[in-house]
């Protein structure tokens, strides 16, 4: 989990609501994710950004947006037309080339 | 399209016994290949990769897995298992030929090593 946090730990949700999740991080790495991890299906992923002010649709982007303003942050929103938000969340980074990604610590966000 | 598939939900092993973890990919070009951990509630933390050369590739905590090209497997080992190795483990794959470092990730593995 080091070089990237992710706020908050926890996050309830009313429905209709809109809920941004937090990530930064201080590796100096251009790239960033998000995935949205369900029981059972693995990491899918949501939004990728290669560079600051770019951002690309993932595999399931319906629902959510994103910024990429600064290299350090990557701010996923939640909007009310996410159907079925409730999951865990986690972001991670990439340098270049064949590196790993880094992955934060998650938020898990629950819709009451 | 580049896939991966973990065959097994759950694996179970007594501790001091060697442990495998299966992964198979496919790619149309040449993979990178990766191994990462996850403990509950928590992130994912990386153990190894493959890029190329040698097909025996040793990580962290004395995993280690074996690249087999002819048969696209990645199979995550360790010579002895540890109840602390108790976790979510999920194989990951990229084509080298893709231009940029998206990642897809198998459904994971629950290693459950008992006392």
């Known amino acids: 989990d080091g070089g990237i946090t992710q706020s908050p730990k926890y996050l309830f949700r009313k429905e209709g609501q809109n809920v941004t999740l937090s990530c930064e991080q201080n590796l100096n790495h251009d790239a960033m994710y998000w995935y949205r991890q369900d029981p059972g299906q693995g990491l899918r992923l949501i939004y990728y950004s290669q560079i600051v002010n770019d951002f690309q649709k993932g595999d399931i982007a319906e629902g959510y947006s994103v910024s990429r303003e600064k290299k350090e942050s990557f701010p996923l929103t939640v909007t009310s037309a996410q159907k079925n938000p409730t999951a865990f969340y986690l972001c991670a980074s990439s340098g270049p080339m064949a590196n790993e990604q880094f992955f934060g610590p998650g938020t898990r966000l629950t819709v009451l | 399209a580049q896939s991966v598939a973990q065959p097994e939900d759950q694996v179970n092993v007594a501790e001091g016994n060697p442990l495998t973890v299966k992964c198979t990919y496919s790619v149309s070009g040449n993979p990178y290949l990766f191994w990462y951990v996850q403990y509950p509630n928590r992130g994912l933390q990386f153990l190894l990769k493959y890029i190329t050369g040698d097909n025996l590739v040793k990580g962290s905590y004395g995993f280690e897995a074996e690249f087999n090209k002819s048969q696209t497997s990645f199979h995550l080992k360790k010579p002895s298992a540890l109840v602390s190795d108790s976790a979510l483990y999920f194989c990951?794959?990229?084509?080298?030929?893709?231009?940029?470092?998206?990642?897809?990730f198998g459904t994971g593995t629950r290693l459950l090593v008992s006392p």
């Open positions: 990951a794959v990229r084509d080298q030929n893709t231009g940029f470092q998206k990642l897809v």
